[in-house]
Every structure is written in C-alpha cells, then in structure tokens.
C-alpha cells in the first residue's frame, strides 16, 4: 500500500522501463565480455520443460524449478535461436522500450522476418519461433513480456464502486468504473501502470461469462453488494490475470471465482489461481494465489436442485476430470470430493442454469447465499 | 437529428418497450380471435431460406422477400415449434419485458425447458430449437431480439472524442470515450438506449483487429484525426454493428472499415455494411449501408511495397473469393478488379504488415495518406 501512495501509475512505468533497459544492458554487457574474451558467446536460460516444473505448495503456485540451459551462438543446433533471440532483444529495447511503445507478438514477427544477405534462410520463417525466442528473453531476463512492453490479445470487461487512473503515453485517464453503463471497462493488455484509486469495494467477483456480467450488471449487483465485478470473457486474458493479482495483493480484497460446474470451469479457474504448466515461469506475475471458487459447485447441483437442467459430461469433461484430480493443485480435500462426486454422477451445469429459477435469482438469492455463508472451495 | 433531441435513451427504451408490447397484444388477440372462431391457431412467418433472399441494389442490403408461412397448432409437423414459439413469446413479454429485464438466449432455454407433464417429451430438447424459435418470433413482429430484450455476446471496444450517455435500467451514466485509457469502452450487446452527446468527430474507423485498435490507440490516432475508433476484434457482435448503423445514421459520419486484405476480412466488412444471406431478415437493423473499405486491399500490397510480408492464399480464401466475385454486393468493378487481383497472385496480408515498416506507419503515414487521397473501395 505504502508503494501504491508513493508511486504512480506513470512513474512506476518508467521506473519498470528504466529497470529492463538496465537489464537488457547487463545482458548484453555479458555477450560482449565474452566476445572480448574470445569465448563462445552464450544465454542463460530456465528450462521450462515439464522436467522443471513443480507445485510450491506454500506459495501455492505452479513454478519453475532451477534448471538452466546454456544456449550457445557457436553450436550448430542454436545458432538460429540464439539469432532470433538477439532480434526479439533488439527490437525490445530499440522499437519499444526507447520509444516508449508497445506492440504484440506478431508486430514484432513482421517486423524482423527478413531473408538474410547473400542466402535464401529466413532470419524468422514462423511466428511460434519468434514467440519462443520472446520466452527465451522473458525468463533470461527474469521478466514478463508486458514489462518488454509486448502486448497479448485483451479480453474482459469490469465494472464497480472504484476509480482507476490509466495512461496512454503520458496522457493520464481517471475512470470511475460505477458509470460505465451497460459495457463496463475493457481491460487492456497491459495493466501495470494502472493505478487503483477511491474504492468502497469488500471483494472482486469474477465470471467466467459476459451473460453473467451483464446479468449482474444489470441488477446493479456490484453496487448492491460492493464489489469489483469482472468477467473474462471464457479462459482469462493475460492482463485481466494480472489485474486481478494485482487487486488481490494490493489492495488485500478477497476475490471469488464463478464458472460452470464442470472441469473446463475449474481449469479456468485454476489457471487464474496458480498459472499452469505451460507458462509456469509466469505463476509469479499472474497467478492470483488467494482466489476462491465461488461456484458452481457440483454440490450446488443437489443443494439448489438444478438436476432438471444438467447436462451428460461428455467423455472428454471425464478423462479432464481423472488428470485434475492427480494434480497437486486439486489435492485439497474439499476438491477431491467434488471431483469424485463429478466422476460418480457423470452431469456438468452452467452456472446460466439458475436461469431456470428466475433471471434475478442468481444476484438475489444464489450469490449473496454463497458469500454470506462463506461457501466456497479453496 | 430531431428525434434525437427529443428522444433520450431511456425514453426511446420505454417507447420501444411500449410498442413491442403492443405487438405481442395483437400477434396474440389474432391467436385468440382464431380459437374463438373455432379456426386452426396460426402464425405468419416470412420464410428465411435462400429462396426468400435477395439484394437490394438502391438500397444497399441483403432482404427478405415477400413469402410468408402459415404456421399451424394443429398440424403435426408444426405444432412443435408453434409450441416453442409460445413459450418464446410469453417469456419475452412477462419475464422480459414487463420487468424490465434482458437475458441471453440460453436464459431462455433454462426458463422454458422442461417435461411436459403427464409425458416423457421435453418442451425444448436442444438450444437450436428455442433459437430457431426466437427468429421466427422477431420476423414475425417485425423487429429485431434486442427489441425483445434478447442479448446477444458482446464483443469490441470503442473510444474517442464523443461523450455518449447509456443506461443500467433508469441509472444513467454519461462516458467520455475520450478518457479511457488504454482499454476503452467495451460495446455492450444491447446499444437502443445509448445517446450520442457531444462530440467532434469527422469519421468513424473500424478495425477487424483489438491489435490496430492498440496501436492507433496508443498514437493517439483519434485524437489527432478526430475520429471515433472501434475494434470488433473478428467478425462484428451484434451490438457493434448496430452501433456503427447508428453512428452513420443519425451522426451522417463518413465509416471506414480496417481489415487484413484476404477475402475473410472481405466478408467481415461486407457482413457489417449489407447484412448477411443467414440474417438477412435482419439487414435493416444492422447494416451499415454508407461503409466504406478502407483497407487492406490486394493493390495496397503494391503500393506500400509489402510484398516480402505476405501470405500464400489458402484453398480456402480462393473459393471463398470465386464465390464472392458472384455475390451481387461484390459486382462494383473496384470490387471485382480487386477480387481477381486476389485470384490472379493469390497472396493475402495483414494489416500487421505494415509494422514490418515501422510500428507507428499505419498511423503516421498508411491511414493517412489513405482518408487523405479518399482511397477506399465501395
């Protein structure tokens, strides 16, 4: 909290610019000394592999292990990598950081895709390589791409009882998030130079769907009840993932999670909670470890009597279930007897099935019941 | 113009609530007035296949025809449906609109799914079948769902120099869309209620891409050009469609419309400004008849010199552009010259390509150069 007062949105990016530039200068310093040195010029890498990849139980998380791979320039197997990375670095602190500019993964493609003088190889010849060499710089340079000011796909919308400040460039924006109407806020790629301003929020709520954002939205349930209500729109963005860490940690609000009952929704839960295997050098910068899993519940099937309107899991929801509940993730006790109620009685629901109730019936009676009696799994 | 002034959103919601009322007293005094008179109960519903499709050439947009179906209660082979479109009509006019409510369609589906007593038949077995339904209840009282407070997946954001007023039931919100920040307004699914206030706008551009509407945006393009800014990241949601009819309409802004050049972001743009063969009996309410294709087109590879960052043309964008050089609203020769320029080097391009320039090009000379010189297809 005493960083949020001291440090603005604006002055925290360029602190966060002046920081990586410093950074990539290390980086470089390094491949220099040791082409004085006539030595082989060499990166270090974090293996991200599932060789390398473990739950930390206490910090609740999906990381990395300490395994390092040496990438070498003179080896004939990384030569190309080690060149693509050399590009994705100087475009990063060249194109963007220097000037101040963000751009996505594919900008950063187009713009170093090039034949190479005097052969026929491309510098790049598909986009997933330049993608893997931008890893390559994240974890090499201990960083998240959205520092690189790389942006991915945005996605979600919120709304609720708080201003933010947000900038574009140096142009500073204040936005009260209660009068945004019917659309709410797109959240950006980028959020770390949003700053959280007045609130009078007790928790963040986050769906899994647009239809219950709107929903909610609609009966004023965020201002009902103080909360942040957010929806991300299916599997969670990057920058909506981090927003919500972000209003977990710094602002110490509880943040509960809505989906369907089914283990897609709890994927997508888990993957906003504790990261996932794939992007595990990432859990740091975006999971949001305290998260709790509102609903839906396959309890909630039996205890709100929803039968009628359940749905046959198909075989692929089943073999999901199965790998979940080996996970050390889904080990709590509470998730254990979920998922083995999933697997026994072989039905999913979405949470639009209170629907079936009444349309208000989910902010009137299923919502503020779950809250209040504090139900929910870990 | 006038009827704006006189008309705030709210008021033209309650009117449009009103007379959608209206229209179901009489679609069902017709109903009762047929089982009075001891008569087959029946619906007349314009007939929606191909053979009721046609292109408006004066008035820009792909219509229904005049056939009409008689659907019948007692006939075996309708009174499925008729069925179903009762339960539609009695759920939009008591759950919807007399509380003043929205739902999804799957809303819907929940509400009104169930066994009908004393059988084993459900009223409604998949969501396929109270969509089809719901159609058939629009066409038939001439209008469109978001008049039934029907809401569809919202998608798009939008910012700028205008200030709108939108509504959460009787709450109003006014919204600078020129204080945004870096994420914008998200476009919600219903935008009837919406006013448009002050503004200082010259046009409206619309990109295929959340990537474009992230780069312009961080230029501060719309700013500088005075121009309303919209993504519909992929093919249009309903709700931005209707928007950017509106925004043509009652604002008379010139709208041009961003795409990659291959023959899907054709079909996106041709989709917003002409309806589609699918939605034709919803042409009217969603197209946006004066767009105009700013780019990318197939010359503009030339042009800029992009030729080392395109893409080899699939089998599929070939078939899909013989198929498009038949379809009435691609008969304009601008269209049909560019279209066989497609055929002939069968090569597509990003709007992303330009960033193989530099990154602020589509802004500082691409764009420009282009509303400049007025270099836009039909």
């Known amino acids: 909290m005493a960083e949020k007062k001291d440090v603005g949105g604006m002055a925290k990016r360029e602190k966060n610019r002046g920081e990586i530039l410093k950074r990539i200068g290390v980086f470089a310093d390094n491949l220099i000394g040791e082409i004085d040195r006539n030595e082989n010029p060499h990166i270090d890498i974090p293996v991200r592999g599932s060789s390398n990849v473990a739950f930390d139980v206490k910090n609740k998380k999906i990381v990395l292990g300490d395994k390092v791979a040496k990438r070498y320039l003179f080896n004939v197997s990384h030569a190309r990598r080690f060149m693509q990375t050399m590009l994705v670095a100087s475009y990063v602190k060249k194109d963007l950081l220097e000037n101040n500019l963000t751009a996505t993964l594919r900008d950063l493609y187009y713009a170093k895709k090039r034949t190479i003088h005097g052969t026929k190889e491309d510098t790049i010849d598909e986009q997933k390589e330049s993608d893997l060499a931008i890893v390559d710089f994240e974890v090499s340079l201990d960083t998240f791409r959205e520092m690189l000011h ?69 009966d004023e349930y965020w201002r ?61 910068r975006l999971g949001c470890k305290e998260m709790k899993f509102l609903g839906m519940s396959i309890s909630d099937i039996e205890h709100y009597d929803l039968k009628s309107v359940t749905i046959k899991a198909k075989e692929v929801d089943i073999k999901r279930a199965q790998e979940m509940k080996a996970y050390d993730w889904f080990k709590p006790k509470e998730w254990q007897k979920e998922i083995d109620k999933f697997l026994d009685k072989k039905i999913k629901a979405e949470i639009q099935s209170l629907s079936s109730k009444n349309l208000q019936y989910i902010s009137q009676k299923y919502l503020p019941e779950k809250i209040n009696g504090q139900d929910f799994l870990p």
Chains 1, 2 share one sequence.
């Open 224 to 284: 009902k009840n103080k909360c942040l209500l957010m929806t991300t729109a299916g599997q969670a963005a990057r920058g909506a993932r981090r927003l919500l860490q972000r209003l977990s940690d710094e602002l110490k609000l509880p943040v509960y999670c809505l989906t369907d009952a089914d283990p897609y929704g709890w994927y997508i839960y888990s993957t906003m909670k504790y990261g996932s295997m794939a992007l595990a050098h990432e859990s740091d």
């Open 150 to 218: 790389l942006r991915a796909e945005p996605k979600g919308r919120m709304a609720g009882d708080m201003k933010i400040k947000d900038f574009v460039r140096d142009r500073e924006s204040i936005i009260d998030l209660s009068k945004l109407g019917s659309g709410g806020l797109a959240i950006p790629s980028i959020v770390e130079q949003i700053e959280f301003m007045d609130h009078g929020l007790e928790y963040v709520l986050v769906a899994e769907k647009n239809a219950i954002f709107d929903r909610l939205n609609e």
